[in-house]
């Protein structure tokens, strides 16, 4: 189960080179061991047929001593035939002979220490039985005697008129040490070229894992930066496999799929935004006029020519009026503001001037600017970043209870990996947790006035220039906003 589970963890190309690494071991190994057997066995039949030449050629040589002897040929004339000739065809051919009787007893040997006192053993009745029970009037009798194969073969020995005269043996121990040699050579060669061959095995092994899986890699990365929320490129290589080839095609399709429904999700929440703020609008216009329609209701009810107060009355009515009007005024202006956002107008400046310079509208004597460089340059819009400081920073304040006594509001600019850090924190209430995740709604606000389109636009801003603008709040103790924007 956990081999399993670590098999798992591996990448398909190293899986797959693995696998042939293991395949082509296999392979060897088996190729190997049969090369071997059939080896040995080519090496063992070739010294047996070896054994059987010589001794068709003692025989031959034996034939050719009877037919050229001046005995006549009976087996009581076998040791006088052969009285010189034994030693001779053993010198010659290399090999032990002895010759027996037709009941077994031996005749004639050129293994020279029989003495003429001394009594051979005679060849056992079963095998004299076998021999010449035997088509071939031949046997072979095989014994191993501590561990070394004796080999003894038993042939009859005929006159001319193939009348049996005799039982020829020929005794010998196989020497496997032939076969055992060329066996060592062949494996040393062997090992020579199937180490060669498994180098350029493995090597082919990697390059082909690698090749099969460049494809299934590529489009990995491609599926890995497929996003909702970007222009996704499609899969323009060809493979040569038929399976990668439809993986592509389907990715492809996905992407063209992918797009239309991002086309359609972004109308839909454009659209869903805009009905959301014409509710907002709808509502904030409809406050302000619930009292001014009272306020008429009340002036005309209780209007009095006559009244000695009507002037001052009048100035009251009037000043509600206005007051209301102003409200509806701001809620205009804010929704233009929202809805119609300043082409930008890109320059290099300076990140630290920009955000010092706009803190001087401020008069608050508890705001403080902190920076670990005197210059961070940038290329963007100075503008929306005064529009973005402002916001913050007023919010900042905002958040702050008046009744509060230790008040702080710090703006920080720093630069890290490429992008200019800027921080805005106070010490206010904080947020609550209920309210984190719709902070940056349009519609959304804490306060008790204003319509909350302020940190919706500046996110708005921040985010055409691939910034990010993010939170650390604890309520209670305040609030910071981190801005991060590049530095192109």
């Known amino acids: 189960m956990f081999n399993r589970f670590k098999m798992s963890m591996l990448s398909l190309r190293i899986r797959i080179f693995l696998s042939m690494i293991v395949l082509i071991l296999i392979t060897s190994i088996l190729l190997a061991t049969i090369s071997v057997i059939q080896f040995q066995n080519e090496a063992k039949k070739y010294y047996q047929e070896r054994l059987d030449r010589k001794e068709e050629a003692v025989k031959e040589h034996i034939n050719y001593v009877l037919s050229n002897s001046t005995y006549p040929l009976t087996e009581r004339n076998l040791p006088y035939i052969f009285k010189d000739k034994i030693h001779e065809l053993s010198d010659i051919h290399n090999i032990e002979i002895n010759i027996y009787s037709l009941d077994g007893k031996l005749l004639k040997s050129s293994k020279a220490s029989f003495s003429v006192d001394k009594v051979a053993p005679p060849i056992p009745k079963y095998i004299v039985k076998l021999v010449q029970s035997?088509?071939?009037?031949?046997?072979?009798?095989?014994?191993?005697?501590?561990?070394v194969k004796n080999r003894s073969s038993y042939s009859e020995i005929k006159d001319d008129k193939f009348k049996p005269l005799g039982i020829l043996n020929l005794p010998y121990v196989e020497d496997d040490s032939f076969y055992q040699d060329e066996i060592q050579d062949f494996l040393v060669r062997l090992s020579q070229v199937y180490f060669f061959m498994l180098i350029v095995a493995f090597t082919l092994a990697y390059f082909l894992s690698s090749y099969i899986t460049k494809s299934l890699k590529t489009i990995s990365d491609k599926i890995n930066e497929t996003s909702l929320d970007q222009k996704n490129e499609k899969i323009v290589i060809e493979a040569n496999s038929r399976e990668i080839n439809s993986l592509?095609?389907?990715?492809?399709?996905?992407?063209?799929?992918?797009?239309?429904?991002?086309?359609?999700?972004?109308?839909?929440?454009?659209?869903?935004a805009w009905?959301?703020?014409?509710?907002?609008?709808?509502?904030?216009?409809?406050?302000?006029?619930?009292?001014?329609?009272?306020?008429?209701?009340?002036?005309?009810?209780?209007?009095?020519?006559?009244?000695?107060?009507?002037?001052?009355?009048?100035?009251?009515?009037?000043?509600?009026?206005?007051?209301?009007?102003?409200?509806?005024?701001?809620?205009?202006?804010?929704?233009?503001?929202?809805?119609?956002?300043?082409?930008?107008?890109?320059?290099?400046?300076?990140?630290?001037?920009?955000?010092?310079?706009?803190?001087?509208?401020?008069?608050?004597?508890?705001?403080?600017?902190?920076?670990?460089?005197?210059?961070?340059?940038?290329?963007?819009?100075?503008?929306?970043?005064?529009?973005?400081?402002?916001?913050?920073?007023?919010?900042?304040?905002?958040?702050?209870?008046?009744?509060?006594?230790?008040?702080?509001?710090?703006?920080?600019?720093?630069?890290?990996?490429?992008?200019?850090?800027?921080?805005?924190?106070?010490?206010?209430?904080?947020?609550?947790?209920?309210?984190?995740?719709?902070?940056?709604?349009?519609?959304?606000?804490?306060?008790?006035?204003?319509?909350?389109?302020?940190?919706?636009?500046?996110?708005?801003?921040?985010?055409?220039?691939?910034?990010?603008?993010?939170?650390?709040?604890?309520?209670?103790?305040?609030?910071?906003?981190?801005?991060?924007?590049?530095?192109?």
């Open 275 to 488: 009905r959301e703020m014409a509710k907002q609008v709808a509502h904030e216009i409809k406050n302000p006029l619930t009292p001014m329609r009272l306020t008429v209701q009340s002036f005309q009810r209780k209007f009095d020519p006559e009244d000695p107060e009507l002037k001052q009355k009048l100035n009251d009515y009037t000043k509600t009026l206005i007051q209301q009007i102003d409200t509806m005024s701001s809620v205009a202006s804010a929704f233009s503001n929202f809805a119609s956002m300043p082409a930008q107008q890109n320059e290099t400046l300076n990140v630290v001037e920009v955000v010092e310079f706009s803190l001087d509208i401020f008069n608050e004597e508890y705001l403080h600017f902190e920076s670990d460089k005197k210059e961070i340059v940038t290329i963007m819009d100075r503008t929306q970043l005064i529009r973005i400081i402002t916001n913050l920073v007023k919010n900042a304040i905002q958040a702050i209870p008046e009744e509060q006594e230790q008040k702080s509001v710090i703006v920080a600019v720093k630069e890290l990996d490429n992008n200019v850090n800027i921080t805005v924190k106070d010490n206010g209430v904080g947020i609550e947790s209920e309210s984190i995740e719709h902070i940056f709604e349009p519609k959304f606000t804490t306060k008790t006035s204003g319509m909350g389109l302020g940190l919706g636009i500046i996110k708005n801003i921040i985010e055409n220039y691939k910034g990010t603008i993010t939170f650390e709040t604890e309520y209670g103790k305040g609030t910071t906003f981190i801005v991060s924007l590049p530095i192109i």
């Open 248 to 272: 592509i095609k389907a990715y492809n399709a996905m992407v063209d799929k992918l797009e239309e429904s991002a086309t359609m999700l972004a109308q839909s929440e454009r659209e869903q």
């Open 134 to 147: 035997s088509i071939e009037k031949r046997y072979v009798d095989i014994k191993n005697i501590d561990g």
